[in-house]
């Protein structure tokens, strides 16, 4: 009907149900939107949790919930990700501890990555390890994220059984003693995670200039160099170096990996071919984890630094960075010595050629349980094994195969055990063996 033919009686009903209609549109609000306007608030002990819709979980009994699905429990939010090391050191205990604690507790892991990837990672690691984990998982969260905010992992939330914040911690918190506290009502007895606040980072742009990776108020020394600079996360080194600058920097790093890069004059000198001959080594490095780590950084026993030149004088840059770390830090002298140390000495087995390259494309992929090689060379594999795989293991990783073209590996194993290591290496005629040879080892001593 044509409202401009109706006589002013006639309108009366349509305007005023038009009228109620705007009303009621502008009081309506679904509750996707009541969500998304909580997601905005960072949550913090004391708080009462929006009773938000929880998307996307397995291993559950349905694929969503709602916070006030689990009223009555004690929930723990364990955020996490595949790549994180010391998430991955956890998985056996929060298992363990959902098992032991039954139905007085949920631990609810969430991750950002996608399910293709975690599903993946839990595929190979449970392969590993034998069993199934039973905890649900909650894939590609961007809400809990948001409700609760955190720099470093892994991050823990402890929910009440009325749905309210109790305690954020760290790893080292997560036990059986803990649990039962919390159960007992003394959350305020476990003690808080101190995350920080992130500041932004790019490894493209030199360390602290215009604000990268904060306003540099710390800066010591130029090259660059400064205390720890509390929110700078990525703790580490980076090596940049192309046609248009070298720059070799840490960020919060301790000074015996500095030393490590400085010496090591290509790459990085693993933790197993360092000496310290200090009578005070917990100046240099350290066993802590989690937030007592990072309570030990802060005490002036972590630094940043970078040195950044033109690429005709890439091979200054290490030379550079010994005199740096010589002048500032004088109360440390280092320096290379041959030393007969046991390693484990990558050989050849036979004569036959089980491991050239058929080439094609240069790919190097580490992840759980899995490592290859395709067309590259084998001191890739040496120094994933050195750098990381086995950089707790007494024993430096040397090649001995005296072979330097490119090869083609692909390696189900567990690259930390040697033992399941070399049944993989088997199939290519390869193996680590336990020799006693003469290499460098980078001695760290008083300057007495």
Request: hydrophobic share 40%; with cysteine.
């Amino acid at each position: 009907m044509n409202l401009r033919f109706c006589s002013p009686g006639r309108m009366l009903p349509y305007i005023f149900y038009l009228a109620l209609a705007f009303v009621l549109l502008l009081c309506w609000r679904p509750a996707h939107a009541q969500q998304n306007a909580n997601r905005v608030k960072p949550m913090q002990v004391g708080d009462q949790v929006p009773d938000v819709l929880i998307k996307r979980i397995e291993n559950y009994k349905t694929s969503e919930a709602q916070i006030s699905d689990f009223n009555g429990k004690l929930l723990v939010l364990d955020f996490w990700a595949s790549w994180c090391g010391a998430c991955i050191s956890m998985l056996p205990r929060i298992d363990s501890l959902q098992r032991q604690f039954d139905d007085k507790i949920q631990i609810l892991p969430v991750a950002y990555q996608s399910s293709e990837v975690i599903n993946d990672f839990l595929d190979r690691y449970q392969k590993k390890r034998g069993g199934r984990i039973v905890l649900p998982e909650v894939m590609s969260d961007t809400l809990l994220h948001a409700l609760f905010p955190h720099t470093y992992l892994p991050h823990y939330v402890w929910i009440s059984t009325e749905g309210k914040v109790l305690s954020i911690t760290g790893m080292e918190e997560m036990t059986a003693e803990n649990i039962q506290k919390v159960l007992d009502g003394q959350a305020n007895t476990i003690r808080q995670k101190v995350d920080g606040k992130a500041i932004a980072y790019d490894t493209k742009k030199p360390l602290f200039i215009n604000g990268n990776g904060g306003d540099g108020k710390n800066i010591v020394y130029h090259s660059v160099l400064s205390g720890y600079t509390d929110g700078l996360v990525n703790s580490g080194y980076t090596i940049m170096d192309d046609s248009i600058e070298v720059r070799i920097g840490f960020r919060n790093t301790t000074l015996q990996s500095m030393f490590q890069v400085a010496y090591s004059d290509n790459g990085y000198l693993g933790k197993n071919r360092v000496i310290l001959n200090v009578n005070t080594p917990s100046k240099l490095t350290s066993t802590l984890t989690g937030q007592s780590y990072n309570d030990w950084r802060k005490q002036g026993n972590a630094f940043c630094y970078e040195v950044k030149m033109p690429p005709h004088r890439r091979k200054e840059a290490h030379e550079i960075m010994k005199q740096d770390f010589a002048r500032f830090f004088n109360q440390y002298k280092a320096g290379m010595q041959k030393r007969n140390t046991t390693c484990l000495v990558l050989k050849r087995t036979d004569d036959i050629d089980r491991i050239k390259t058929k080439g094609g494309k240069s790919i190097m992929s580490a992840q759980y349980g899995q490592f290859t090689l395709q067309n590259k060379n084998l001191l890739f594999l040496v120094s994933q094994l050195n750098v990381i795989s086995m950089q707790n293991s007494p024993y430096p990783v040397i090649d001995g195969t005296g072979y330097s073209e490119p090869v083609d590996l692909m390696l189900d194993a567990n690259l930390s055990d040697v033992a399941d290591l070399n049944k993989a290496l088997k199939a290519y005629g390869l193996a680590l063996v336990e020799e006693v040879r003469e290499i460098d080892m980078l001695v760290i001593a008083d300057n007495i």
